[in-house]
């Protein structure tokens, strides 16, 4: 059981590139979500996903795109990087369920630099 | 729009002494309030919870106190050691459906012994 994995660890990008931040998880969740993180600003939620098939943006869209065609993969692709997108990508996910509290669990990041 | 405001941004505690760090929130929609816990390089990790009908939560040494007529809550570390150094934030779901949480810009905490 490995829960939420990220890939890559570090990226670094000049900008116009694309890349795509890869998110899997085991647990059999059905809500993933991204979020970045930097400093003094927390953490951001930039898309979610409720299921396979389904997605929405969150606090901060612009400039990513997302797709969630299995349960277990959530990757966001980043069409044309910026130097605003520098930061620590996040990625969550959880079970649903009404009433539920399921906590959220968290992959251990990608830093990504925009040059 | 930062939904969730927490403080202080920095705090350093003695070895054995409390560990205090505030949240308020303006949207009345948020049923569930968690607070996580990040060490360096890592993701962050749950700590302790509580929802909005309860005043106070308690585990272990951790204790979160809930003021629903100020819409403020905090976290209480008692008995801070070293170990306990990390970042924590804490943070706010809608109610709008999935799990989506609005977090704190978090607390950048230091044990020294």
């Known amino acids: 059981n490995a829960g939420v994995t990220q890939t890559p660890k570090f990226q670094v990008l000049k900008t116009g590139q694309s890349m795509t931040l890869q998110c899997a998880q085991d647990?059999?969740?059905?809500?993933m979500s991204w979020y970045r993180q930097d400093p003094g600003m927390g953490l951001r939620l930039i898309h979610y996903?409720?299921?396979?098939?389904?997605?929405d943006q969150g606090e901060v869209p612009n400039g990513y795109n997302v797709s969630r065609s299995t349960t277990e993969d959530f990757p966001l692709r980043l069409l044309s990087a910026a130097p605003s997108q520098t930061s620590v990508y996040f990625c969550?996910?959880?079970?649903?369920?009404?009433?539920?509290?399921?906590?959220?669990?968290f992959g251990n990041g990608t830093r990504l630099t925009v040059t | 729009q930062q939904q969730v405001k927490q403080s202080p941004q920095s705090l350093i505690v003695q070895k054995g002494g409390i560990s205090i760090i505030n949240c308020a929130y303006e949207?009345?929609?948020?049923?569930?309030f968690p607070w996580y816990q990040q060490f360096p390089g890592k993701g962050p990790a749950l700590l302790i919870a509580i929802r909005p009908d309860v005043s106070e939560k308690k585990e272990g040494r951790f204790t979160i106190s809930f003021n629903k007529s100020a819409k403020q809550f905090s976290l209480h570390i008692m008995d801070s050691q070293p170990g306990d150094s990390a970042t924590y934030f804490c943070a706010a779901r809608g109610t709008g459906g999935g799990n989506k949480l609005t977090f704190g810009t978090g607390t950048q905490l230091k044990v020294e012994l």
């Open positions: 647990m059999n969740h059905e809500y």
């Open positions: 969550a996910s959880s079970y649903l369920g009404q009433g539920a509290n399921s906590p959220l669990h």
């Open positions: 996903s409720v299921g396979a098939g389904i997605t």
């Open positions: 949207n009345t929609a948020f049923d569930y």
